[in-house]
């Protein structure tokens, strides 16, 4: 389970999150929508300590971190919270000089010390589980940026995390490269990985979530089923947001 509680962040005088309550159930993918500048990636990298509130707490499992100013948090902490999740990135953050095993390789080798014999074999399972079995040896820049991504799934995946984050992954994807990386994500969730997705894919949102999020100003104006937010809402600034997104289809 994920519980936020009274969670802000300010960047300077810029107060980005405010006061963010939120419980993800265990199994579960959450998908997190709204415009620009609503505080969605930053709620994300606070959700693995990519960017650390200034106050409120988060609990991950049975672990439980509180922040406030005047508590430094200890770098061992924020390394044990940070491997509980899977982060991946918008921009596929691969390594250009590992192959697309080595890439999926490297956290196992780095972090978690494990012989490279092993770590090469665990590697290949997550790279045939993406569907990239057969580009194992390929460079980044050998590879589609649907393929790409579904490198850094297959990565995030390989530390066995217990949640896993997603940052708008198909926005940097040609139109005809999403489906690919969708499919992906849609074949997690039916096998009950915990994700926590943020993303302008409104129709995943509403095939692939358990719990649609809408956030705005820093805020979460409405959490609940698709059908509840896509197809239910009475938010006045829910149904502004989704005729929008409509209108710009």
């Known amino acids: 389970m994920i519980k936020l509680e009274q969670i802000h962040k300010s960047f300077g005088t810029l107060h980005v999150l405010k006061g963010i309550d939120l419980t993800i159930e265990r199994g579960k993918t959450a998908v997190i929508i709204g415009p620009s500048g609503s505080g969605k990636t930053t709620l994300l990298r606070c959700l693995n300590l990519l960017?650390?509130?200034?106050t409120g707490t988060i609990?991950?499992?049975?672990?439980t971190i509180e922040f406030s100013a005047d508590k430094q948090l200890k770098t061992s902490?924020?390394?044990?919270?940070?491997?509980q999740t899977g982060m991946v990135f918008q921009n596929y953050n691969l390594f250009p000089h590992l192959t697309a095993i080595q890439n999926v390789m490297e956290g196992q080798l780095t972090v978690k010390g494990?012989?490279?014999?092993?770590?090469?074999?665990?590697?290949?399972?997550?790279?045939?589980k993406v569907g990239l079995a057969d580009k194992a040896d390929m460079y980044p820049h050998q590879l589609s940026g649907g393929q790409q991504q579904r490198?850094?799934?297959?990565?995030a995946m390989a530390m066995d995390p217990d949640v896993l984050l997603f940052d708008e992954p198909t926005s940097a994807l040609d139109p005809e490269l999403v489906g690919e990386v969708?499919?992906?994500?849609k074949n997690l969730a039916n096998e009950g990985m915990t994700m926590v997705?943020?993303?302008?894919?409104m129709q995943f949102a509403r095939d692939a979530a358990d719990l649609v999020i809408f956030m705005d100003e820093g805020a979460v104006i409405e959490a609940g089923t698709p059908e509840e937010v896509f197809d239910r809402t009475k938010n006045a600034r829910t149904l502004q947001f989704l005729n929008k997104v409509q209108a710009n289809r």
Do not use: N
């Open 151 to 155: 490198v850094g799934i297959a990565r």
């Open 114 to 128: 494990i012989a490279k014999a092993e770590a090469r074999k665990y590697a290949a399972a997550q790279l045939e």
């Open 182 to 185: 969708l499919k992906v994500m």
């Open 59 to 63: 609990t991950l499992g049975s672990e």
């Open 197 to 201: 997705i943020v993303t302008h894919e």
């Open 77 to 83: 902490a924020v390394a044990g919270f940070r491997q």
């Open 51 to 54: 960017e650390v509130p200034d």
